[in-house]
């Protein structure tokens, strides 16, 4: 805890040194007379780099996530078991294995990543550096950012990396592969992003972690829908273009969308 | 607007609005529900496919609509709530939800009375169904989370935020359901379904079909009202204006003195 | 009118008990709504009266102790 609140002075002392002008419109290299007029009459509001505050946040969370991989692993292998059980529970017939694959593997995505969703913000909030990051001198959104970034980086990369073996055990035909992985590709940033909506709502509860997936799952429909659809498509031999591009559009508005709500939730949760 | 709308935001003065208002909302929605049923039930002609089954539409199609329609209701509530910090508002947005959750279990469970004479089976994961079932969990996510909260206004808050977001979700998620259920190989049940709803419906079933559909939303809303001046009244109990109302005699010190 | 008499209208053609269990199930949960909501009115109000009463008779005994000390 203190290690991380120091870790949280360093930042906003290392943002202190690269102040630059706000709203004035003038660039850090902008004439010095206006950088001085400006410091000088917010003194006490100095301005700090908002991508540096991004870059730290990033920095620090994965530093942080890499001292305590189990939380990282844990997801990991509860969905390889929740794949495995899938045959042993419907049969091992590849035709009806194929088929569902695609279902299979997004259904278990997502249930695996309720397991973790919680992580985003609750470790900050226990130990306050959540009400730091709401304090920072920059747009919260671009903090939340950050944190989605990481949990995307976290969460997502690993599925990512697995995938063709689940794709394997689960005998998806060879040629829906790459699209199931482009699913899986721009699919997961919605689900850290609306994640974190939902994480932000109920973080400072005692027992969110029921009630999160509650409020998620029926959010995720359109994502699963699309994403089997794309892998049935190519299976069927038609362009999978179409929900391809419907999960690309979702995925951009859920990004750009959900530190908004986030925000809006975290000043509820932190209060 | 503003000018008008901003007294409201004060619970008194919603609560003696909404007091006047029920008798205008009860009365007219007693006599279109009689009107609507009798209507419905005896005078309306039998469908030429489906027979008398048919008449469940009358309270299934009502249902389903003002599910919908009172969701948004519920999100604009809590935008009100969020963005002006309306306290009333965050009331309302809780009078809601448990009306429109039961507007949509209605729904659900008049359309599987329905199909299980029509196509065999309780259930099909036709695409009115399914985004029915979500809107469903949609409800009860915003109830839930309210009620998770130990502080009243927290849990409002996080509930109007979430009922926001689902608002901005729910056209896709109807898109998506849709466009789902065509993709799929649909069984013979649900191509019969949504067969059966392309003919445009006749007059004399159109009518009274309008009855109840006015008919329901005032209901609805009288039971809206009903809770939403309750959920005041318990949070302000025990101010003078809500004593004065409900008849209770405050005695001052002076008063006790007076009387003895 | 489109039945002969009443019995053919509880019969509904055959569908009598999807038609009525559909109409009655609504019924109810207006009802039990309606119910839920006048009920809640009754115990807050009554929770006010015996408030009020309460915070009454706390007075009057302040006031009572209050006489008897100026009788001494």
Known sequence: MTDQLTQAQAETQAQAETQAPIATGATTAGTAAVTTAVTKTRQSQRVVSSRKVFQQIIRRDLRVAMRQRSDLLNPLIFLLIVITLFPLGVGPGPDILGRIAAGVIWVSALLSAMLGLERIFRDDFRDGALEQMLLLPVAVELSVLAKIVVHWLLTAVPVLLITPLLALLLNLPVQAWGVLWLTLLIGTPILSAAGAIGVALTVSLNKGGALLSLLLLPLLVPLLIFATAAVEATLAGVSPAGPLALIGAFSVLSVTLAPLAVKAGLRVSVN | MW??????????????????????????????SVLGLVWGLAFAPPDYQQGESYRIIFVHVPAAMWSMGFYVAMAAAGLLALVWQIRTAELALLAIAPVGAVLTFISLFTGALWGQPMWGTWWVWDARLTAQLILLFLYLGVMALYVAFEDERAGAKAASILALVGVINIPIIHYSVYWWNTLHQQSTVTRAITRLEAPSIAPEMLYPLLVNIVAMMLISAVLVMLRLNNEILRREIHRPWALKYLGIAVSTPAATTGKE | MQFESFTEFLHMGGYAVWVWWSFVGTLACFALLAFEAVMRRKTLVSEARKHAARAERILQARQARKQQKAAH
């Open chain 2, 3 to 32: 000018r008008w709308l901003h007294p409201y935001a004060k619970p008194e003065a919603t609560f003696h609005l909404v007091q006047k208002l029920l008798p205008w909302f009860l009365v007219p929605g007693i006599v279109l």
